[in-house]
């Protein structure tokens, strides 16, 4: 295993815990909070940073830049993403300025709402939609990363037709394929909300992105996410030519729920004889069903996800409690022996932090090539934020580089 880690730049200036417990009726004392970090912060560009990357391999030493800060290394895990409690960390200041837009739309807190309320919610997205409009910038996605296009369509789901939102990279194809599965606790989101990954990814990556907005609960309740996860896969081998794309290079990837979505479909492919993905990327996902891991006890009040919330989306995605413990939610018990390898991306500010780190080592004792890169000062939700969010950006090209590897370029 080997570790790299990225320092410097400056703190935040806050109590790590200051921030968590903000509600929509501190919204004007949180935007006026991070109004003023981010008059007096560092520019963007020399925001500080600390990234950690952990493999498979053997043991090598920690090597650091920019007199960097060490941490230890406990079973292949970084520190930083350790199972190991940890007092609340602050956000650097791009995030925490996305944190106070959204507390100034008013969200209402979703664990208290109907899976309807709960939709209509102003999102994260919208959060950066408003700090772009504050920044006098062009909020539309192709002004925000140029070299995409998109069109929307419809794909068969396992009991239906499911809209998809199709992103394709300038040039000559054909192109690679990632079926790519959005956030929302399998509850919320959408195509449209998880758009600024998706299209990220596209670029990053330089591959046709099929986002797919498969069936929510309650009204659907598990597994048909996950069966219309792997009817999307099975229509983009099938399908790949038809959008440009080569069909002997589809890989898989999501956020969140989503995140869970690609490893549990090839998982799945696997079982059903299907061509295996070349790479599934993992972004933030749920990956076991424990919610008193170190990272939900820090983390427990965190925004934009919290414990109450994974306790509502749990809740409204089960038919049963013991749907909870099936392998297709939690990961870490499933068989992952034979599966492609796969890239977690983790969150610092985030209760599922440590899914990400249980799963890597999961994976690992499976046999499987997987490699994760934690990044610190950042929420859930981060790693579509690159338009505002320095290190959103470095997380995409991080896996849109670790899939192009696998693509073969």
């Not at 006026?32 to 053997?58: H, I, K, Y």
């Not at 999307?232 to 898989?252: F, H, K």
């Not at 299907?274 to 993992?282: D, E, G, N, T």
């Amino acid at each position: 295993m080997r570790r790299h880690t990225v320092t410097g730049g400056k703190g935040v200036g806050m109590r790590g815990g200051e921030w968590l417990t903000a509600r929509a009726s501190g919204a004007a004392g949180m935007l006026a909070l991070a109004t003023t970090l981010g008059a007096c912060a560092m520019r963007q560009g020399d925001e500080g940073e600390t990234v950690s990357t952990v493999s498979t391999g053997a043991v090598a030493p920690m090597s650091s830049t920019s007199g960097g800060a060490s941490a230890d290394t406990m079973g292949g895990m970084s520190a930083a993403g350790s199972m190991a409690a940890m007092a609340p960390a602050r956000p650097t200041a791009p995030m925490l300025s996305v944190l106070g837009a959204h507390a100034a739309l008013g969200p209402r807190p979703i664990e208290t709402l109907t899976p309807e309320e709960a939709r209509r919610q102003p999102t994260p997205a919208d959060a950066v939609k408003a700090l772009l409009l504050q920044q006098g910038r062009d909020t539309t996605p192709t002004a925000l990363v140029p070299g995409v296009m998109h069109r929307d369509r419809t794909i068969p789901g396992a009991a239906g037709q499911l809209p998809a939102r199709v992103y394709t990279p300038q040039g000559a194809g054909p192109f690679p394929v990632i079926v790519y599965f959005h956030g929302g606790g399998w509850v919320i989101g959408s195509k449209e909300v998880y758009d600024g990954g998706a299209r990220g990814l596209a670029k990053a990556a330089n591959a046709v992105v099929v986002s797919v907005d498969y069936r929510l609960a309650p009204e659907h309740k598990f597994p048909a996410q996950h069966d219309d996860a792997l009817a999307a896969y099975r229509w983009a081998v099938t399908n790949a030519r038809e959008i440009g794309g080569d069909p002997m290079r589809v890989a898989l990837a999501g956020e969140s729920a989503g995140g869970n979505l690609a490893v549990a479909t090839a998982v799945a492919a696997r079982d059903a004889g299907l061509q295996a993905p070349v790479h599934v990327l993992s972004v933030y996902p749920i990956a076991q069903s424990s919610m008193t891991t170190p990272s939900y006890n820090t983390y427990a009040d965190a925004k934009p996800l919290n414990r109450p919330m994974m306790e509502w989306f749990a809740r409204h995605t089960a038919r049963t409690p013991a749907d909870l413990q099936d392998p297709r939610i939690n990961l870490v018990q499933a068989n992952l022996r034979g599966l492609a390898p796969v890239t977690i991306v983790t969150a610092e500010i985030d209760p599922l932090r440590d899914d990400g780190a249980m799963l890597e080592q999961a994976l690992r004792s499976a046999g499987v090539s997987v490699e994760r890169r934690h990044f610190d000062g950042v929420t859930h939700e981060f790693f579509g934020m690159a338009a505002v969010v320095p290190r959103a950006m470095e997380a995409q090209q991080y896996a849109g580089g670790r899939l192009q590897g696998a693509f073969g370029r």
